[in-house]
């Protein structure tokens, strides 16, 4: 991956800021989050917040935020990091993000409402992510990513039959 993130770094290096460049901000700040930098990552998530203001890209920006919010949760700032998720969730439900982002932070936010047994948040998520789930393509792994996430909401909740129907499927999707 080092290698990945080094070629990235070689074709932007020379070119004035650009989206591109917020995408790459997302990514470091995602690896200095698993590294433990996460002043480090904070950073990152903040410039790629900004750009993708700048450049008024919504998938830029939802990232962004969301990303800065799982670096607060990180932090053990749980309620500032979770209001941040739910910035970038408005994003989500108002269609305003493309079907790939819109599954990569649905995702990220639903795992960590999961982390933190916020039971609750997840399902509620997981039920918007279901409608969702139904306008991507069935070859996509998103469905059966969203019914591993409704599997698991529904096991917490102790609806066995639930949890046991949607590892099924997703076990037959995956």
Not at 30 to 47: H, I, K, M, P, Y
Not at 58 to 85: K, N
Not at 113 to 140: H, K, M, T
């Amino acid at each position: 991956g080092a290698g990945w993130l080094m070629r990235a770094h070689r074709h932007l290096d020379d070119l004035p800021e650009c989206v591109e460049h917020g995408f790459l901000a997302v990514i470091e700040s995602t690896v200095a989050r698993f590294r433990g930098s996460l002043d480090e990552a904070s950073e990152f998530a903040v410039r790629a917040t900004d750009i993708g203001q700048r450049f008024r890209n919504p998938d830029l920006i939802a990232l962004g935020i969301h990303t800065s919010g799982l670096i607060l949760i990180s932090r053990g700032r749980e309620p500032e990091g979770v209001a941040l998720l739910d910035e970038a969730m408005t994003a989500v439900v108002a269609g305003e993000l493309s079907s790939y982002f819109t599954g990569v932070v649905y995702c990220n936010v639903i795992e960590a409402c999961l982390e933190l047994a916020d039971v609750r948040r997840a399902g509620e998520w997981s039920e918007a992510a279901r409608a969702w789930c139904r306008s991507v393509p069935p070859e996509s792994p998103y469905p059966g990513l969203c019914r591993i996430n409704r599997a698991e909401v529904a096991s917490l909740r102790g609806e066995w039959a639930e949890a046991e129907s949607e590892a099924l499927r997703a076990s037959e999707e995956l």
